[in-house]
């Protein structure tokens, strides 16, 4: 379906204004709403593609700006050398409080939004699959997508780099679909080993796809754009999506079986 770009607003949060971008369909009528978050240079064109592409098949995407108590409204980080030591320091010097504090700000947004139907997921790439982890620890999200998510096994998030996203794990009570490129440096062999073990030992009913791609394949713009693996990712998140968000989906009666599948 078509799309528009129809808002542009500053919700209201503890550290100030922060810009959040909405995508929808142009049709009349309610959506299920997403939060989409954005890699280290907030919301480049890539990240608007991503947005436009799910608000395409049938949802309400709002898009915040990850750094809006740090950097003017607009700012997108070019992606280069400086944007990306900008951005990773801006990760860093960031209070984890004010990540969370983000993450409620854009869900109450979406769930009061005129178009949208209240069932809400998250999705993020990079570091924004991290916040999309840590966004779907709020009881209103029903399922949340990761991309190749960084500083989860290393506790690498926010001020002071120990966050408490592995210790928070039963708090995740939606469906989680984690995606992982094998030749990630940033997610090596062993962190995607500590996370699955975290998330089985702990019951998480989720799904863990790893690919033969590196980090930012997803990235519809460089070098490490692989369109084919990127074409399945989308493919996956849609189906969780409209599976969780969608009308009539109800839980299936408990069999004793493993919840977790692997792929």
Request: charged residues 25%; hydrophobic residues 40%; neutral net charge.
């Amino acid at each position: 379906m078509t799309i528009k770009e129809t808002e542009q607003v500053d919700l209201t949060t503890p550290r100030g204004p922060m810009r959040t971008f909405v995508f929808r369909p142009t049709a009349a009528g309610k959506y299920p709403g997403l939060v989409l978050f954005s890699e280290i240079f907030q919301v480049t064109a890539p990240i608007r593609r991503t947005a436009a592409l799910l608000a395409g098949h049938g949802f309400v995407v709002a898009v915040p700006e990850i750094y809006h108590e740090f950097l003017p409204a607009g700012t997108v980080l070019p992606y280069d050398q400086a944007g990306a030591e900008r951005g990773n320091e801006l990760k860093t010097t960031k209070e984890l409080a004010s990540y969370d504090d983000d993450a409620r700000a854009v869900l109450a947004f979406l769930k009061s939004h005129p178009a949208c139907t209240g069932k809400l997921g998250s999705i993020g790439i990079c570091i924004g699959g991290h916040l999309s982890f840590r966004a779907a620890m709020n009881p209103g999200v029903l399922a949340a997508v990761c991309f190749y998510a960084t500083d989860i096994h290393k506790r690498g998030l926010g001020q002071g780099m120990n966050d408490d996203s592995l210790a928070r794990i039963k708090e995740l009570k939606g469906e989680m679909l984690m995606v992982w490129g094998r030749q990630d440096p940033h997610v090596p062999r062993e962190g995607r080993a500590a996370i699955y073990n975290a998330l089985a030992d702990a019951g998480t009913n989720f799904t863990w796809h790893e690919f033969n791609g590196q980090h930012a394949f997803l990235r519809d713009e460089g070098p490490r754009y692989d369109a084919e693996l990127a074409l399945k990712s989308y493919g996956l998140a849609l189906e969780l999506f409209k599976r969780k968000l969608g009308e009539g989906d109800l839980p299936a009666p408990e069999s004793g079986a493993s919840k977790e599948t692997k792929h």
